[in-house]
């Protein structure tokens, strides 16, 4: 027993699970939140933070690459996001905290995985917070005009790549989020239902207004680029269902999670997939797969070209604008509490996990989470930072669908709250999808995150390794023999 | 050591009951103060202006007589109307007049009982007062002969609540009591819907309260041995909820200090002060931003009553 607690010295030391309720105490006596999910609640949270981020610019970039098909894309990236997000609920559930993966990995494959997962979540949240601020841009730009008949210079509109010079609406959104997240300001429950119905609302108003217009021909050459073209887009799309691994990590707050879970990330899923696909029916229906390209506040435009007047436009890019500042201030949210995690793990400096005594926020990491992100959405082309989130996203997904294999063979008899239906069948399908996607991202994608992934790993191994909590054997002086 | 009571026909026992309390030990004395609205210096022919100012005394002279009768012998005190054409002019003009310490506040009369509402003088006061503020919640009676037991402090190791760790130290010296140091930990609403599991916030709060009791600890280090002190940390949904979960003695006062937005030297609320004002239950005692506290010079002003 002496041996454990002086400290583990393998990079795939795992961080104990009494650590973690050390660290959160969770309240027994009063038990506020505890359990207090239904399965309503649970999808609703689960729509709510996928659906908005990435539908309303998704379409410029899939539909070029897949034509009419792209409807099969969207399931196919919804089929693999449900079954990641079953996988994913198992391993939340083999640890009795919240979290998120990257807690879930420390606790079980180790500490470089967790790091590596981190490095992936960083492009999940980070990055997507990131592509979504500009696609914020476009639909603000656009709301000017349909309301002022007024546009923003294209140099200021656009990151240097792409014909402007730097980006500034999104740039001034997540410095505004990052603002709002130092003085401690919080989404409620409440607030995301609003915003769920208001980007619902928007998205039926799209699709009715659309489906006035709809022309069958435009489907005429359905999959110009056959299982390929469908593959490539799915890899495009796949981002517009992060979030949908928030249903995973409420764990411990639902009612009755063996039976709540599944059916929850089922119903989001199905939910989603399916404004997703009518999205995109009533816009392909709308004008030619060939208009797509290029197209800025795509649905806004489609809607203008149809009505040929302002108003739609005009309501459909306010509710974007709205949606997207509420998805926005959520993702860098969970993108500080990520480092914040890490931070106290030790595998990243102090000053990741200092709290401002004044506004008991860890402001700090919210300065330099805004300074990155701002950034990259001011002077990344959009285009690159959709494939890099999308990238992030399926290695993490990935990762957690073996690690479920992993678990079941290393600790079988770890108690799991939640078991995959249909195992080994479900994690196997859900990494060979998660893989397949992967696999039709661009050369240049998969350059950018062998950088990405060296540069973590210089950090790990300089800073991290020698730092952590682990290593140094304080996390675990609580620890009693599981 | 000379505190002000700021006395109103309608709202003056809060604030004398705490003056009393407060003035029982530490060789304290007492100036109940009415401010009345400042008149002409020179009589008009029909003299409505000396009316108005006969009547003014009879009406801060009758406060005061009722005033003289609450208190009783059971502290030294010295009552004085000043005229002035604020209130609050008129009490930090007498405040520095009378060296005083700190001025004692009764709470606006809408709010609930027991805890203090900032009213319209309170508000000024606790923007421009040069001195400690005490203010006393709505209907506060501690028993006759109730006397100050313990000095807490709200802690929070930031620069701003080192002046009130300071002044609180200044007054459980003076009146020899033990004091409390109390860092609040508020944990925080939870974003829903959350992408890193609902614990995140409970994540924030534990690192909160583990670098408050460092701050604790460093604070403790300075202090010399004479000084009775405890230190504890109180946990809560909110600030009502945190401050409840302590116990409170009956002769107790909770001492914060001001934002670091403020002017220097004068006393000013800051966002987490104000909340801790509305939710105590009991006085608080708010000291000026970075001030050299005044508590800390003994010297008895108005010794020879």
Redesign the interface.
């Known amino acids: 027993m002496s041996t454990r607690s002086t400290g583990q010295q393998s990079v795939f030391r795992r961080k104990p699970v009494d650590a973690f309720v050390t ?4 309240d027994t006596e009063g038990g ?2 505890s359990r207090s999910i239904g399965l309503f609640q649970l999808t609703m ?2 729509v ?2 996928t659906i908005g981020t990435g539908i309303f610019i998704v379409l410029t970039e899939a539909v070029p690459e897949a034509g009419p098909a792209v409807i099969f894309s969207f399931i196919l990236a919804g089929i693999t996001a449900a079954l990641t997000a079953v996988c994913y609920a198992e391993l ?1 559930s083999t640890i009795p ?4 993966s990257y ?1 879930y990995t420390y606790a079980t494959m180790g500490e470089i995985v967790a790091f590596g997962v981190a490095a992936c979540l960083l492009l999940e ?1 980070g990055v997507s917070s990131a592509a979504v601020s500009v696609g914020w841009a476009q639909y603000l730009d656009e709301l000017f005009s349909s309301l002022f008949g007024f546009r923003m210079p294209e140099a200021m509109l656009a990151a240097p790549g792409e014909g402007g010079f730097l980006n500034l609406p999104a740039i001034v959104l997540v410095t505004l989020c990052c603002l709002l997240l130092t003085r ?1 300001a ?4 409440t607030a ?1 239902a609003v915003m769920v119905i208001i980007k619902i609302a928007v998205l039926i108003l799209f699709v009715i207004i659309a489906f006035t217009a709809f022309s069958g021909d435009n489907f005429a050459p359905f999959a110009p680029f056959g299982a390929a073209g469908i593959g490539v887009a799915a890899s495009s799309i796949f981002f517009t269902f992060i ?1 949908l ?2 249903v995973s ?5 639902v009612h009755n999670p063996r039976r709540t879970l599944p059916l929850a990330i089922i119903f989001a899923t199905i939910i989603v997939t399916t404004v997703y696909v009518l999205v995109a029916v009533a816009g392909i229906g709308a004008q030619p797969a060939g208009r797509f390209e290029g197209q800025e506040a795509g649905l806004a435009v489609i809607l203008r070209n149809i009505t040929g007047s302002n108003w739609a436009p005009a309501v459909l890019s306010a509710g974007a604008v709205i949606s997207i500042f509420s998805v926005t ?3 860098l ?2 993108q500080t ?2 480092l ?2 890490m931070g ?1 793990d030790g595998m990243l400096p102090e000053i990741f ?3 401002n ?2 506004t ?3 402001v700090r990491n919210t300065i330099i989470v805004g300074l990155f992100v701002g950034a990259l959405a001011g002077f990344v082309p959009l285009g690159v930072l959709i494939d890099l989130t999308s990238m992030g996203t399926l290695v993490a997904f990935t990762v957690v669908s073996i690690g479920v294999m992993i678990l079941r063979r290393t600790q079988p008899d770890l108690p799991r709250g939640f078991r995959v239906p249909g195992y080994p069948v479900t994690p196997v399908l859900s990494a060979a999808f998660a893989l397949y996607i992967i696999s039709q991202l661009p050369f240049s994608t998969f350059a950018l995150f062998a950088v990405w992934l060296g540069v973590a790993a210089i950090i790990y191994f300089t800073y991290s390794a020698r730092h952590s909590r682990l290593a140094r054997g304080e996390a675990v002086a609580s620890e009693e023999p599981r | 050591m000379n505190y002000l009571v700021a006395l109103t026909a309608l709202g003056g026992r809060d604030a004398l009951s705490l003056g009393r309390m407060l003035a029982r030990t530490g060789d304290a004395t007492l100036t109940v103060c009415v401010v009345v609205p400042q008149t002409w210096d020179y009589p008009s022919l029909a003299r409505v202006d000396a009316e108005y100012a006969a009547f003014l005394n009879q009406y801060a002279e009758d406060t005061i007589a009722e005033a003289r009768e609450f208190l009783g012998n059971a502290v030294r005190a010295e009552y004085t109307s000043t005229p002035a054409s604020s209130a609050t002019e008129g009490l930090i003009a007498t405040a520095t007049e009378t060296d005083a310490a700190l001025v004692a506040l009764g709470s606006a009369r809408h709010g609930p009982l027991g805890r203090f509402t900032v009213g319209g003088i309170a508000n000024e006061m606790l923007h421009v007062s040069p001195v400690p503020v005490a203010l006393a919640p709505r209907g506060y009676r501690p028993s006759s002969d109730a006397r100050l037991r313990r000095v807490t402090c709200a802690f ?3 620069t ?2 080192r002046s009130a760790f300071d002044a609180a130290v200044q007054l459980s010296r003076q009146h020899d009591v033990p004091l409390r140091l109390a860092t609040l930990v ?1 944990r ?13 916030e ?3 709060a ?3 309260r583990a ?2 009791e460092e ?1 604790q600890e460093k604070a403790l280090a300075t202090l010399p041995d004479d000084v009775a002190v405890e230190a504890g940390i109180a946990e809560g ?1 909110d600030w009502e909820d945190a401050l409840e979960s302590l116990p409170w003695e009956e002769g107790e006062v909770l001492v914060v200090g001001s934002s ?1 937005l403020g002017p220097v030297a004068r006393v000013f609320l ?1 966002s ?1 002060s104000i909340k801790i004002v509305r939710s105590s239950p009991v006085p608080v005692l708010v000291i000026p931003r970075g001030a050299d506290v005044h508590l800390k010079d003994a010297a008895p002003a108005a010794r020879g009553l």
């Open positions: 660290e959160t105490r969770p506020e939140l949270f689960g709510g933070a939340a905290v919240s979290g998120s807690s949240y401690g919080r989404e409620s429950a995301n979030g691994d928030a990590t409420a764990g411990e707050e201030l959520v993702t949210y969970g509490r990520i914040f995690a106290r996990h200092r709290i005594p004044t008991l926020v860890p | 929070s190791g930031s701003q609540s508020v925080d609403r939870q974003m829903y819907p959350s992408q890193v599991g609902y614990d995140a409970r994540l924030v534990e690192q909160w670098q408050a701050a949904r670091r800051g987490n």
